[in-house]
């Protein structure tokens, strides 16, 4: 078991010289991989890589000084490498990947310039099915916000700071895990917090079960003086393994941690907060959805674990602005508002539908989805059906793939439910576009609200519509 660092000394940067040459990404586009760049850009190394399409996070990249290019030419490729990172959703056919390869140079995954990075800090990780990107946002702004400081390792832009990672002079570091590929078991957690353990990516893992016991397995990786959070729903909670536990909940009093009070206001939620040392009064939350309080519950006890003051969790809990698609507002006018989310996964999407009816009873919900990945669209597509249906009315844009190939019989069209027999309406993107213009932005007797999701390109489509549409 690793001894837990002192996250109160200075941090020191561990990777070696700046003057060796380029560290190259491939898949720099992502959302982890463009965490990493930007973060190794800010230390000074030279940096630059490759996506298969330009994107507003790319271009955000170009604008900080990383040269990106779209194209499969090793021409673009720096002749003076260190390093190649890459992402396991990079096919491995590319040209400049076998390049790569064929110099013998170190290639890396992502997971593992990361677990370097962060070797030697006091890590925060923050895992689950859902939740972690918004939970791990929350918890480095807190410390931010609070004076505190932590490195953050992100996976999605912080709407109050406009990136996905920073640095800081203290030795901590916020992290979010992912369980894809296994690839949070490289970390080495000394507070770690566990949102859910819903089913996913069951190609990686195959069944369910198996799933959860790499979970287990990531909390077995905690330091001599490690702690863990986990939502008191988990229902392996009882196999997790942790020197020191404790449980967060929306409003469950059996849980350390949980708010009472909880009031729904124009600005957000009002709540008091409940730690096992009293309670934390009139806390204000001002994104959508009560998904995010829960969130901000298990930000919240992280923060108390670390000794931020009742003060500071509340003040910076306060001016959370939130993260680019989760409950983002896109578009609003007195009778319209449009909602765009990542959600990819059922339970995911139950929150956001919940969230909205929460906030907007009296509206009209229309829901356009985009099914993110093959395998998960035929393993849950029958899960997927049932939220659907929960909206007065639902479309479905067909599969981003990511870094599947199609399987045979896979489709949007697979997505079912017992209330919908016949399925819902598959659009292509044009469809999307022409009807948001054409049809739900025109004036109607009862006040609107269109809710888009998806991990895929869907948020691609929004400037030109928003071009289109009326100012608001």
């Not at 380029?22 to 982890?32: H, V």
């Not at 021409?75 to 990079?90: E, G, H, K, N, Y």
């Not at 859902?130 to 702004?141: D, E, N, R, V």
């Not at 986990?230 to 469950?252: E, M, N, T, V």
Request: proline share 5%.
């Amino acid at each position: 078991m690793r001894k837990t660092p002192n996250r109160n000394q200075p941090f020191q940067f561990p990777l070696a010289g700046k003057a060796d040459g380029f560290i190259y990404f491939l898949g720099i586009g992502g959302i982890g991989m463009s965490a990493l760049a930007r973060y190794l850009k800010m230390a000074g190394y030279s940096v630059s890589g490759y996506d298969k399409a330009e994107t507003d996070l790319t271009r955000s990249l170009e604008a900080f000084g990383i040269e990106v290019h779209y194209t499969d030419e090793v021409r673009w490729i720096p002749s003076d490498l260190q390093l190649v990172v890459f992402t396991p959703a990079v096919p491995t056919d590319l040209k400049i990947y076998r390049y790569c390869q064929g110099l013998g140079k170190p290639m890396k995954k992502r997971s593992e310039v990361l677990q370097s990075l962060t070797d030697g800090t006091y890590n925060v990780c923050v895992a689950g099915t859902h939740g972690k990107t918004t939970t791990s946002t929350l918890i480095a702004h807190i410390l931010r916000h609070s004076g505190y400081g932590c490195q953050a390792f992100l996976g999605g832009i912080s709407v109050n700071y406009e990136t996905n990672t920073w640095s800081a002079t203290r030795n901590l570091s916020v992290i979010e895990a992912d369980e894809y590929d296994r690839s949070f078991l490289r970390l080495q957690p000394d507070l770690a917090l566990i949102t859910a353990m819903d089913p996913d990516h069951l190609d990686i893992y195959g069944t369910a079960e198996a799933m959860e016991e790499a979970y287990i397995d990531f909390t077995r990786l905690l330091s001599d003086q490690g702690e863990l959070i986990y939502h008191q729903s988990l229902k392996r909670a009882a196999d997790l393994a942790a020197p020191s536990r404790f449980s967060y909940a929306l409003q469950s009093a059996t849980a350390d941690y949980y708010v009472s009070s909880l009031t729904v206001a124009s600005d957000g939620y009002r709540f008091d907060l409940h730690t096992p040392d009293g309670v934390i009064q009139d806390c204000t939350l001002p994104v959508g959805g009560l998904h995010n309080v829960e969130n901000a519950v298990g930000a919240a006890a992280v923060s108390h674990r670390l000794g931020i003051a009742p003060e500071g969790i509340r003040s910076s809990l306060a001016c959370f602005r939130g993260v680019k698609r989760r409950f983002e507002t896109i578009y609003r006018t007195p009778a319209l508002h449009w909602i765009d989310d990542y959600a990819h996964h059922p339970e995911e999407l139950r929150a956001l539908v919940q969230g909205v009816r929460d906030l907007y009873p009296s509206h009209h919900l229309s829901l356009v989805f985009q099914p993110h990945l093959y395998t998960r669209t035929r393993d849950l597509a029958l899960d997927f059906g049932a939220v659907l249906s929960l909206a007065d009315e639902a479309y479905l844009l067909p599969i981003y793939p990511a870094r599947e190939w199609p399987i045979e019989g896979v489709s949007a069209a697979m997505i079912r439910s017992n209330t919908h027999p016949e399925g819902f309406t598959v659009w292509s993107k044009e469809n999307f576009s022409d009807w948001v213009v054409q049809q739900w932005c025109q004036s109607s007797t009862q006040p609107k609200v269109l809710v888009t999701a998806g991990a895929g390109d869907i948020d691609q489509l929004y400037p030109v519509i928003l071009n289109r549409l009326p100012k608001s």
